[in-house]
């Protein structure tokens, strides 16, 4: 799930991800290109829901994906409640954001 709210007295745009309780992981990360790829970690709650927030410019448009772990294995989620998807040059697809 993603929220977005605009803080106007900041002037940005504060987008939380979440994924629900049940998502077996872990470590959850958002990789995307305003962090030139290098992963964020998602916040584990108590009630087992993972949270991250982050901030960004008006206007801004981010690629991303979440890099889930578990297992030790890998794997790459899009997020159904992005604004779009855009193709990668991993023959794949990112995720769209427009804050």
């Known amino acids: ?59 801004t448009v981010v690629q991303f994906r979440y890099r889930i772990s578990h297992d030790g294995s890998v794997s790459y989620w899009n997020d159904d409640d992005a604004d779009g998807v855009a193709p990668n040059d991993q023959g794949t697809d990112n995720s769209i954001l427009r804050c």
């Open 1 to 59: 799930m993603i929220k977005k709210q605009y803080v106007k007295s900041r002037n940005v745009t504060k987008v939380t991800f979440e994924h629900p309780v049940g998502v077996e992981a872990d470590a959850i990360e958002l990789i995307s290109d305003v962090h030139d790829w290098r992963p964020v970690p998602f916040d584990r709650l108590k009630n087992g829901k993972w949270k991250l927030v982050q901030e960004f410019a008006p206007g």
